[in-house]
């Protein structure tokens, strides 16, 4: 009787660490390709246009003037309707600390640290 349910408490227990073992692997694998925590930080015209996950491929549309493309944690602008573009033949970035500046239309472009300190991400407290 007593070694029966240990058992049952055993084969709960495995599932339990092959589930967890399932899902860091996915975790492990899913962040060893993307930039852990980085944030492509928008600002136009000096205020904060956006921003967004590196980890999330994004075609983002800024103001209408300008275009650009995060891609496998890759910032690049793809478009620019200003006058030299030397934004759109700017390097692409992907580390922290980067940026691409779009000087005519006053756009930029910056790669930010793990931005959940303050974003105020919910906590779970116990
Ligand atoms: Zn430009």
């Known amino acids: 009787m007593k070694h029966k349910i240990i058992q049952k408490n055993d084969i709960l227990l495995i599932s339990a660490i092959l589930l967890a073992a399932c899902f860091l692997a996915v975790f492990f694998f899913a962040k060893e390709d993307s930039t852990e925590g980085a944030f492509l930080e928008i600002t ?39 006058a030299d573009k030397s934004c759109v033949r700017m390097k692409e970035i992907s580390f922290e600390g980067e940026s691409i500046i779009c000087l ?12 959940s300190a303050e974003e105020g991400v919910d906590t779970v407290a116990g």
């Open 104 to 115: 005519p239309n006053r756009i930029v472009l910056k790669i930010t640290g793990c931005a």
């Open 44 to 82: 136009a015209d000096g205020e904060l246009y956006g921003r967004y996950p590196l980890n999330e491929d994004a075609v983002i549309d800024i103001n209408g003037t300008n275009v650009c493309e995060i891609s496998n944690g890759h910032v690049s602008m793809i478009e620019a309707d200003c």
